[in-house]
């Protein structure tokens, strides 16, 4: 897929997108949201960028609202140094810095810098569980007046899954209990698990598709039937991904992610192929990525090589290759679970 070389270039391409406050925007002018610039800071770990990424989260501790959420976009354009675009508060975004900074922690070993980010990462996970619904899943967003449509998103929820069990292991590794998140996680990845009329219908969407298991709600036999129920949908052999049914865009970021649920489920082989596939979106101007292709037109669109493209496809590299931190937060096997509903309505372990 990669040589070291390649891949280190990648690594430096990210970096060099970096703004002099932490902040890593999709492209040098573009605008940053809060869920792609920690998947990116997980990529510069993943590269043994370890200051760098650290101060990407020392950006997100300093842009937080009083609430504990981030707003949606920040502007990077000429003229503008960190703006606010879009004042909604999107619960997977301002969730993630959770997977990131354990991600960080388990690439570093630095207790400090977690001690550090504890009560940013307490204060955001308190701001997405208030946005829970009664059968357990997340609403999307919290909008700028304060209310949020009681609607949740299968891969938003999926991804939030994720998150709260990093952010368990984290209160676990500080001896901190946190019963109130372990019965919000049980709850959730049990309503991703056995509910999906509780989502709305993005069926259309390749993410909605995979995320259920690179989120780590599913795992063997269902993980394997999921995958492979919508694979003719959604996979071009030999081009990647599509985003969106029915158009003919494949497009780098579904692609790295779709690979590393394949990874997840013990599919190297095919998780391999993914990435080889999507080489054809490679600059050899500098080893970013363009964001997609339209096949039908032989065409990139659109114009643009994003930091979080490039991410997901390091992250991917890295777990295929035994990366310790990156196998950790995207196997999931030692992170917790919390506390799932039986069949009663209880709870149980």
Same mark, same amino acid.
């Not at 703004?19 to 890593?24: E, F, K, M, N, Y």
């Not at 998947?39 to 950006?59: I, P, S």
């Not at 900074?101 to 208030?130: N, Q």
């Not at 192929?273 to 999507?278: E, G, P, S």
């Given at each position: ?89 999107? &619960? ?42 009664? =059968? ?129 489920? =013990? ?23 363009? &964001? ?58």
């Amino acid at each position: 897929m990669l040589t070291a070389e390649q891949a280190d270039r990648t690594v430096a391409a990210i970096a060099a997108i970096q703004r002099p406050d932490g902040a890593i925007p999709w492209f040098d002018g573009g605008h940053l949201d809060p869920w792609d610039h920690v998947e990116a800071a997980m990529a510069l770990d993943a590269g043994d960028e370890h200051e760098r990424a650290e101060a990407a989260y020392r950006w997100l501790a300093d842009h937080q609202n009083p609430d504990g959420s981030w707003y949606a976009a920040y502007s990077y354009a000429e003229g503008h140094d960190g703006e606010p675009t879009n004042r909604a508060r999107e &619960t997977n975004f301002c969730a993630y810095i959770a997977v990131g900074i354990w991600h960080h922690y388990l690439a570093t070993g630095d207790d400090t810098f977690l001690e550090h980010m504890w009560p940013v990462i307490h204060s955001a996970v308190e701001f997405v569980l208030e946005l829970r619904l009664p =059968g357990g899943e997340i609403a999307w967003k919290r909008d700028d007046d304060g209310t949020y449509p009681p609607e949740a998103l299968l891969t938003g929820s999926s991804s939030i899954y994720q998150a709260l069990r990093c952010a368990l292991a984290i209160a676990e590794h500080r001896e901190d209990p946190q019963p109130d998140w372990e019965l919000a996680t049980g709850s959730l990845g049990h309503a991703v698990q056995y509910h999906p009329e509780r989502f709305l219908d993005k069926d259309r969407y390749s993410m909605d598709w995979y995320y259920p298991v690179l989120g780590g709600a599913l795992r063997g036999p269902a993980a394997k039937q999921r995958i492979e129920a919508s694979w003719d949908r959604f996979v071009v052999p030999g081009l990647g991904v599509r985003c969106v049914l029915p158009n003919p865009w494949v497009t780098g970021g579904e692609s790295a992610e779709l690979a590393l649920a394949l990874w997840a489920m =013990g599919e190297s082989d095919r998780a391999v192929q993914i990435l080889a596939d999507i080489q054809h979106l490679r600059s050899d101007e500098d080893g970013m990525y363009w &964001t997609g292709y339209v096949f039908d037109d032989d065409a990139v669109w659109p114009r643009e090589r994003t930091s979080w493209t490039a991410a997901a496809l390091l992250l991917a590299v890295a777990a295929l290759g035994g990366d310790e931190a990156t196998t950790a937060v995207f196997g999931g096997e030692r992170l917790p679970v919390g506390l799932a509903p039986d069949a009663a309505g209880c709870c149980q372990a």
